[in-house]
């Protein structure tokens, strides 16, 4: 197939009209004959450019809403008709069928539509395109004498090959653009059936049946190459699940500065995710802004604050040492008071994500932080994903729905020690939340809608729960609580004092620091008391685990003995 094929007549049928327009106006200026279908022919009409329509080639009307235009022999087989076998060349001659050399198709825009909140099943079907798809297969499949093109991005590079190739395109671009088209099509079709197999999933799970398909097909597009993964000697590049409606951070707009790398997308998204389901508690009552920072995917700081500094102040001072060269989310606008705020000396911050920077805000934090990435998410205020979460291991890839339950206050049990108030409600819940987003062995310690520091990660949780302890030991110290010592402690905590001066001030810790109840919260069940004894020893005066462990009733004792308010949520959140 080694020759150049002349482009004599083009079939245009495009959804994404981007450069359509200069494309068909360089075909015709080769006295190359145009033929179009519907909203299409009426663009190139419109601008001027002469255009066979399709029902004069096929002898038959576009019907059925659009539906059924180019399924037709004459198309098909003007596209699929070797022009080098004697049979193919008599049987077009006697049907009439003219070759089509050059065909160009932008499919109906499927991950657009499901990607729209609240889009339905109907009018996601509508959007599954038929034609299309059939024309880009002949085309590629007969790419010896036919002229495949299905993006705009592909126009500049046809025209090119066709001006120096004197009306006609080579056999190295016709096989390069069949091999692009294939996989299109591919993508197109693995999009649309892991779409239907997810809400057949839905549809089963609210029968009841609970299960997830036999075969899920995942449609993955290239977003970004990433310099490397976690490491530099790893190949890495994000990709956007087009089946998911909301990307999340992989559809954040980067304001300013350089590319994320794959570990800043990793925390930037692990922070965002808190900071929604933390934003979700706002609606119960929760008033306020929320903040979080992460490092290495863990928060280790979080709070919700009266407005964007109060927040962002109480999550940094968290713990400031791990908070250097952090990751932080904040579920508002940041104006450029805001800004100053966050850019104080003694701060570096790698990236920050809001739902919206002004102006004067990207400037200051651009000043401070030469490479600092700021990535605006729009409005925190989402409903959980019940999307499926995959995750790879060594010859096959684990499947489940993803954790989108945030534990609601009102529904914990009171199994031990005094009845809560509503303040201390809302703190069980804002921990449960932070616990949920912590690595498992999983405890945090923390009050007044504030984390106060986190075991996270451990292989025991006693270990968590000394951890915690140790984050916290400055605020609880400041708060006049608890008995602190060596044996809790696992680590030097010099270093995080000479940054720590001024956390109990921050965190309201001060004056009135014995009105403070501390609050500590679990993933999962305490499978002794070994773990809760420690937390209340440092001053915890509330409790909030899962339930479920044999020896419940040992931390119930200790905490009815201790006079500690234990709340059970049901709700185990374990992440690995």
């Not at 005094?418 to 449960?432: I, M, T, V, Y």
């Amino acid at each position: 197939m080694n020759h150049n094929q002349a482009i004599q007549r083009a079939l245009l049928s495009v959804s994404d009209k981007s450069g359509l327009v200069e494309f068909a106006q360089a075909l015709a200026a080769n006295g190359v004959e145009i033929v179009s279908t519907g909203g299409t022919a009426k663009a190139l009409t419109a601008a001027g450019i002469a255009v066979v329509a399709i029902e004069k080639l096929t002898g038959f009307p576009e019907m059925m809403d659009g539906r059924v235009k180019t399924l037709h022999p004459r198309v098909h087989g003007g596209l699929l008709g070797r022009r080098d076998v004697p049979e193919h060349v008599a049987a077009m001659k006697e049907h009439g069928i003219v070759p089509i050399d050059l065909v160009c198709v932008s499919l109906y825009p499927f991950g657009n539509t499901i990607a729209k909140a609240g889009v339905t099943e109907e009018e996601a079907i509508e959007q599954i395109d038929i034609g299309g798809p059939a024309m880009i297969r002949s085309a590629s499949k007969n790419y010896e004498f036919v002229t495949v093109v299905t993006s705009p991005d592909q126009y500049a590079r046809v025209v090119a090959d066709i001006a120096a190739n004197h009306g006609a395109t080579t056999p190295t671009l016709r096989k390069q653009l069949a091999a692009e088209a294939f996989d299109h099509t591919a993508k197109y079709d693995t999009m649309i059936a892991a779409w239907m197999a997810r809400v057949e999933a839905n549809v089963g799970a609210n029968v009841g049946a609970n299960e997830l398909p036999d075969t899920i097909q995942v449609a993955l597009t290239r977003k970004a190459k990433l310099r490397y993964g976690e490491n530099p000697h790893q190949y890495a590049a994000l990709y956007r699940d087009m089946a998911q409606q909301d990307g999340g951070i992989v559809d954040a707009h980067t304001v300013e500065g350089k590319p994320l790398s794959y570990n800043n997308i990793l925390d930037a998204a692990a922070a965002f995710e808190l900071v929604k389901d933390l934003v979700a508690l706002t609606t119960r009552g929760a008033n306020g802004v929320a903040a979080c920072v992460v490092k290495h995917t863990n928060p280790c700081g979080a709070a919700i604050g009266a407005n964007a500094a109060d927040a962002f102040d109480k999550a940094y001072a968290g713990d400031p040492l791990a908070a250097y060269g952090g990751i932080v989310a904040i579920s508002a606008r940041l104006s450029a008071a805001d800004a100053t705020n966050i850019a104080k000396p003694d701060r570096f911050l790698e990236v920050v994500v809001a739902e919206y920077f002004e102006p004067e805000a990207i400037a200051i934090l651009a000043a401070r932080w030469k490479n600092v990435r700021l990535l605006a998410v729009g409005s925190m205020r989402r409903a959980p994903t019940n999307s499926l979460q995959l995750r790879s291991v060594p010859g096959g890839v684990l499947v489940q729905e993803r954790d989108g339950a945030v534990d609601a206050a009102a529904e914990f049990i009171l199994t031990a020690g005094p009845a809560p108030s509503e303040a201390l409600r809302q703190d069980a819940e804002f921990l449960a939340v932070i616990a949920k987003h912590l690595k498992s062995n999983a405890v945090c310690v923390g009050a007044q809608q504030t984390l106060w520091g986190a075991g996270a990660g451990q292989m025991d949780r006693v270990a968590s729960c000394k951890h915690a302890i140790e984050k916290a030991q400055l605020k609880l110290q400041a708060a006049g609580l608890g008995s602190v010592n060596a044996n809790t402690s696992v680590g030097a905590n010099e270093a995080r004092a000479n940054t720590s001066k001024n956390q109990g001030a921050n965190l309201g810790v001060g004056a009135h620091a014995t009105t403070i109840v501390v609050t500590a919260a679990s993933d999962a069940f305490f499978p002794f008391d070994d773990g809760p004894r420690l937390l209340i020893d440092a001053g915890v005066k509330c409790l909030v685990h899962p339930g479920g462990s044999k020896r419940d009733g040992d931390t119930e004792t200790l905490c009815k003995n201790r006079g500690v308010t234990l709340l059970v949520t049901g709700t185990r959140h374990f992440r690995h």
